[in-house]
């Protein structure tokens, strides 16, 4: 299990290096000029010329993207052209917002979506499953901001119950937790939903019935249990998903993420920026799949022998549960 | 898509087709969506005669008027009305939807067959390849394309299909490994078929079906990404109508003229929403499992 | 229970990449009580319940609360050309002179004397310190000047000042020299751009760190930046003048405008900027908010690249010109907000002389177009970026450009894209604005000289030979005649068309008081009162 870990490990690292250098091509081609963001409209060419020069944006692209990969191998990430501050500690300052987001509305969306799709499953046809059905869809229909406005208005002006914007204590995080995880509580309840549909018609259900188990122990011990894949699956889309920051809803509830940071790096030019923070985005979606994927053999004993075997097996493996999933991966945003 | 799939004649994939149909039309909620799909692309056909008014004209002496007879939806801060916005935007959003849609299932299935089917190093470098993908941000890539080739319906397209790119890639792929060791494609590489003609004569039609299923929820997911983009600046430029668009400029009134947000949110919820229901339907309908 | 312990691991190793990202938080996990203590100095707090009153007739209260629109990229004034900048450091900051009621009166200078034409004698305050202990002396008053005459952003204001030559004569006494008589001089020393800063300071950081953490002379002095979030101020305990009525301010940074006004009207924040025009009358009749409004500096108007071919023709501008109706244009792009422009420079600076606004005239459009050759149609573009008023101006000046047969495709570019197009003279067509940063015609006109017409270029001797002579000119009687002369050559030669003086304004809570609209956009933060 460790040699799986640290070979999926080392396996992120072409990954990595093929983000950096998409993204270094990508801010390449793009028209725009990062010293004349610096300095603005009123400085003259030469200004321009001689900052650009200083700055090394007028060396060759393989000369950039060496320089940028040797000094990531010291554990640099460069410097943030507006601020001139430490990459890192301009991603340090916004991802720790980011990343605690992300974590309340999973857990959110998981307390919410899973009961609720279990209960939707078990009283399949009743009023209660044609609720779910519908507030789910909902969830996955309404743009996000439209959503998030309509909280606000709602909540803060309306009632004033909660606070519209910023990030200053537990009640500021309920309005951006419920807007940004209606998407992922309408995914989650729809997989729970239909994966333990899935599962109740299997026949070994019916031996437990017939054995006699009280009907809860049958729904959670066998049930769930075996329905609980493709829900992981989605519950780590749709963390990694959040982990990339909710831009739309971090411009409306004045959230400092990383979200609106990396859309500020692109609007500058700031390439170390972007660079650095799609690295790290990037770094830590892996680590999440990585732990979703050893979270699975945790559930299932199945997979868990899997993880010694053929690697072929496993690739087949997670391929399949994320076709299975893929469907009802949601909207990132 | 699924014209090529009746099209390969098979008598058994014929049937099949049939055969889904009838559970598909069994389906009450698919086939709402698929009457509400219709009508938008009825409505997108004829815009032209639908709408009463061209989506560009401007009327400054009835800028924000509430719905009236005149004007069904009301007009925008413009005095353009809004129901002929409505109208012409569904064409905007269709096309974006479909078009980025096509892109990327196209490339996506190509790589995702592929990888699939030969494995080893092949699947290797087209898998990673696709995790470099998934691992850009969705706005990133948008904002980088936009800023190349500018902010616009070309570059929305562009950066929805490129980032369905890996998803379709991924679903194909397994599919494909499923199919791949079944005897009839075992029995047409032993009598000497070449590669693509296994690829495109038997393993494709036979994981259509969740193609199709991940492309009718996508084209719901790229409006609503589309939405996303206008909403930071980088969908349809103006005066095109676009739902998204229309809906996050409309932002600014929503509070006083909230029939402007109404129309075009509404527009959206629905288009997605058919298209949800059509597309879980197709995919019960498609899934032999739930046969009973 | 090995694999537990593998999984636990796992976990952990994720978490500690969320943790160790942030080095000023000891506590790895997202913990939702933590983010109550990270946020003591929560702006809400300012809330009624923490008023104390300090002073015996003076409310006070402990944080004035100010939400910005964008995140300012420095608070050095010398080194930014955006408001966001100067509305964060002018409580930082102070200049040398301030308007009080339209009379200059001193500030940190004391008294002036107008040598000659090119000298100017500053005696400054004697109990003056800077934020670091340090006492404000000649020589940094010196330091800036010369500062802000060497800088990209404030040399068109301060450029005129010899850095060579200007001197300290004593602790007290600074001799400015000029390079060329310079009318604006005290008009630019009385305004937020004119920042005296710390000399010492500045030199023992680097200029960026400097604009992170700045050092002045202000009531307010920097306290915290908190990036993408807010900046802190806190009082200055040994501030010379009238101390503020408030112990903190915090800028926020929001940056939707719907978000902005709701903060507002919930009490989320004291003052609001860049409220949205829609959103006036609500916080108008809120009886717990206020807004304040008046025309500002500005003018926004229709660019020509006068290098371009074809704009470079006057009869398709004029032809364009009569296309348009400025008026509607101006009320419908700004929402009413906005006065049709009939000049080149907004009214309340002085020399301002109405010339127009310019006749809607369709007929005498498609006559010009004949004339200029282009009766089968021409087809022109603009090219923009995201800019709600200049977008929404350029999406009504396309539909009327249509009714004369002039087809006009939008391209919008990103504003990086912009401003390098912008600069390498590549921008046909665009809307686009500029304000003044002092009341006086020589700012007011700034597009127009012809080492700074970047987006205009129209390479005219004759604008340059009469802005210099109008800068050089003491006496305003005889100013007023060059700019008005001036302006009837710019009317007659069309190289840009004036379409609307913007009116702005900023929301505040019901209870901030002697707090006023002021045209450049930078209020006096330090004079609030609070009312009971």
């Known amino acids: 299990m460790l040699r799986y870990i640290a070979k999926r490990i080392f396996l992120m690292i072409p990954v990595l290096l093929g983000i950096s250098f998409v993204i270094f091509l990508l801010m390449y081609f793009t028209p725009g000029d990062p010293a004349q963001m610096i300095l603005g409209d009123l400085a003259t060419k030469e200004e321009v010329e001689a900052l650009r020069e200083e700055m090394g944006l007028n060396d060759s692209f393989f000369e950039r993207y060496f320089r940028y990969m040797g000094d990531l191998l010291k554990g640099d990430l460069g410097t943030s052209y507006t601020t001139k501050l430490p990459v890192w500690d301009e991603i340090s300052a916004r991802l720790p917002v980011t990343a605690k987001v992300a974590f309340f509305v999973i857990v959110f969306a998981v307390l919410i979506g899973v009961p609720i799709g279990i209960l939707s499953a078990v009283r399949q046809y009743t009023i209660i499953d044609s609720i779910t059905r519908v507030m789910a869809l909902l969830g996955i229909t309404m743009p996000s901001f439209w959503f998030a406005l309509l909280l606000v208005l709602l909540f803060s002006v309306k009632l004033g119950w909660l606070p519209a914007s910023g990030l200053y204590g537990p009640a500021y995080y309920v309005l951006p937790i419920i807007s940004i995880s209606a998407a992922s509580v309408a995914i989650i309840t729809r997989t729970a939903r239909s994966s333990m549909l899935e599962v109740i018609r299997q026949d070994y259900i019916d031996t437990a019935r017939a054995k006699g188990q009280k009907e809860r122990v049958v729904l959670f011990k066998h049930a769930l249990l075996n329905a609980l894949i493709p829900i992981l699956t989605v519950v780590g889309i749709q963390f990694a998903g959040s982990l990339g920051g909710a831009v739309v809803n971090e411009q409306v509830f004045a959230i400092p993420g990383i979200g609106k940071l990396m859309v500020d790096a692109i609007k500058a030019r700031n390439y170390p920026l972007v660079t650095g923070s799609v690295l790290v985005l990037s770094l830590l979606q892996s680590l999440v799949n990585l732990f979703i994927d050893l979270l699975y053999a945790f559930v299932d004993p199945r997979i868990r022998s899997q993880y010694s075997r053929s690697k072929k097996k496993t690739k087949a493996l997670n391929g399949a549960v994320t076709a299975g999933a893929g469907t009802a991966a949601g909207k990132g945003e | ?292 | 229970m090995k694999k537990l312990l593998v999984l636990a691991l796992a976990f952990m190793m994720l978490l500690s990449v969320i943790a160790c990202s942030n080095p000023t938080t000891s506590d790895p996990t997202p913990d939702p009580g933590q983010t109550n203590t990270e946020a003591t100095p929560a702006p809400t707090d300012a809330q009624g319940t923490e008023e104390t009153p300090a002073a015996p007739s003076a409310v006070r209260k402990e944080n004035l609360v100010v939400a910005l629109q964008a995140e300012p990229q420095t608070i050095d004034p010398y080194a930014a050309s955006h408001d966001t900048t100067f509305i964060s450091s002018e409580a930082i900051f102070e200049p040398l002179f301030k308007y009080e009621d339209g009379e200059l009166t001193p500030w940190l200078a004391t008294a002036y004397e107008m040598v000659d034409d090119l000298t100017l004698k500053l005696t400054l305050r004697d109990d003056v310190l800077f934020h670091d202990g340090n006492k404000m002396t000649a020589d940094d008053v010196v330091f800036s000047l010369c500062y802000g005459a060497t800088s990209n952003f404030t040399s068109t204001l301060f450029g005129a000042i010899d850095t060579e030559n200007t001197k300290a004569l004593d602790e007290q006494t600074v001799e400015v020299k000029l390079l060329y008589p310079y009318a604006p001089l005290l008009e630019a020393m009385a305004s937020h751009r004119c920042a005296i800063v710390s000399k010492a300071a500045y030199e023992s950081m680097d200029a960026d760190a400097f604009g992170r953490a700045p050092v002045g002379t202000g009531p307010m002095m920097f306290k915290e930046w908190v990036s993408g979030d807010r900046i802190e101020l806190t009082g200055f305990e040994q501030y010379w003048g009238e101390k503020p009525a408030f112990d903190n301010m915090i800028i926020r940074i929001i940056l939707e405008a719907s978000s902005r006004t709701v903060e507002l009207e919930t009490g989320g924040v004291d003052i609001a900027f860049q409220i949205s025009p829609v959103d006036w009358s609500r916080l108008e009749e809120n009886p717990d908010t206020q807004m304040l409004t008046g025309n500002s500096m500005g003018m926004t108007y229709l660019c020509f690249n006068n290098s371009n071919e074809l704009y470079g023709n006057e009869l398709v501008r004029k032809a364009i010109a009569y296309a348009i109706n400025v008026e509607a244009v101006a009320k419908t792009a700004y929402q009413g907000q906005a006065d049709a422009a009939d000049g080149f420079m907004a009214r309340s600076i002085p020399g301002y002389k109405k010339v127009g606004p310019w006749e809607y005239n369709p007929e005498k459009s498609k006559e010009l177009l004949k004339q200029a050759g282009y009766e089968n149609g021409l087809e022109v573009k603009f090219v923009t970026f995201q800019q709600q008023y200049y977008n929404a101006c350029i999406e009504v000046i396309q539909s009327m450009l249509k009714e004369v047969g002039i087809t006009c495709s939008i391209e919008m570019v990103d504003l990086a894209t912009f401003t390098s197009m912008n600069n390498n003279g590549e921008l046909p067509m665009t809307v686009m604005a500029n304000s003044a940063s002092i009341p006086d015609p020589a700012s007011a006109l700034i597009a127009w000289p012809l080492s700074r017409t970047i987006s205009l270029r129209h390479n005219d001797q004759h604008i340059q030979d009469l802005l210099d002579q109008g800068e050089r000119t003491y006496a305003m009687e005889d100013r007023v005649k060059i700019y008005a002369e001036l302006q009837d050559y710019l009317w007659e030669k069309l190289y840009l068309l004036p379409l609307a003086f913007p009116i702005t304004g900023y929301g505040a809570r019901s209870n901030i008081q002697n707090f006023d609209f002021v045209p450049t956009g930078i209020p006096d933060f330090a004079a609030i009162t609070f009312a009971e």
Not at chain 2, 51 to 56: E, G, V
Not at chain 2, 124 to 139: A, F, K
Not at chain 2, 179 to 185: A, G, H, K, L, S
């Open chain 2, 1 to 292: 898509m699924k014209k090529k799939g009746t099209e390969q004649g098979h008598i058994k994939k014929r049937s099949q087709f049939q055969e889904t149909w009838k559970r598909l039309s069994k389906n009450r909620l698919a086939m709402v969506g698929l009457a509400i799909l219709a009508i938008l692309v009825i409505t997108a056909i004829f815009a032209d005669l639908i709408a009463p008014y061209p989506y560009d004209e401007q009327d400054y002496m009835a800028t924000l008027q509430s719905p009236s007879w005149e004007h069904l939806m009301g007009t925008d801060e413009y005095g353009r009305d809004i129901f002929s916005r409505v109208v012409y935007g569904s064409r905007t959003s269709l096309y974006v939807g479909f078009i980025s849609l096509m892109g990327g299932a196209l490339i996506g299935c190509i790589f995702g067959a592929i990888a699939g089917f030969f494995g080893g190093k092949t699947d290797n470098i087209i898998m990673r390849t696709c995790d470099v993908l998934h691992g850009i941000p969705q706005i990133v890539l948008a904002i980088a394309i936009a800023s190349t080739i500018g902010p616009g319906i070309t570059s929305a397209l562009i950066a929805v299909a490129v980032s369905s790119v890996p998803n379709f890639a991924r679903v194909v792929r397994a599919a494909t490994m499923t199919v791949r060791d079944q005897e009839y494609v075992e029995a047409s590489q032993s009598l000497g078929g070449n590669n693509t003609h296994i690829i495109v004569r038997h393993i494709f039609p036979n994981i259509l079906a969740p193609i199709i299923v991940q492309a009718t929820l996508g084209i719901g997911k790229s409006i609503l990404l589309c939405a996303s983009l206008s909403f930071l600046g980088l969908g349809v430029q103006p005066p095109m109508p676009e739902w998204g668009s229309m809906l996050s400029n409309a932002r600014t009134f929503m509070r006083d003229y909230s029939y402007m947000v109404i129309s075009p949110g509404i527009a959206i919820m629905l288009t997605v929403l058919a298209l949800n229901l059509f597309g879980d339907g197709l995919r019960d309908a498609l899934d032999p499992k739930l046969k009973k």
